[in-house]
């Protein structure tokens, strides 16, 4: 979409008329349109995430055993 973005910036020098504005146009709004693209992902659904399978307090536990006691 960007590569058609630059020929549409290249084209607006040498063209007249309503080609030079349709070019235009293409310049300014093709970046919004593929900003819309690029961030229309799916959203995980409610509940999809998971849970830690470690203890937390194991974790940090096992920390403080391998450089000794502070």
């Known amino acids: 979409m960007m590569a058609l973005r630059v020929v549409c910036l290249l084209m607006v020098l040498p063209t ?4 030079r504005w349709a070019c235009m ?3 300014v709004v093709l970046p919004y349109i593929a ?3 690029a961030n229309a992902v ?3 659904q409610s509940g999809s995430l998971q849970t ?3 203890d937390p307090q194991a974790v940090l536990r096992a920390g403080a ?3 000794g006691p502070r």
């Open 35 to 37: 900003v819309v693209v």
């Open 25 to 27: 146009l293409g310049a």
């Open 52 to 54: 830690p399978s470690r």
């Open 42 to 44: 799916s959203r995980p």
């Open 65 to 67: 055993d391998e450089n």
């Open 16 to 19: 007249e008329g309503w080609v």
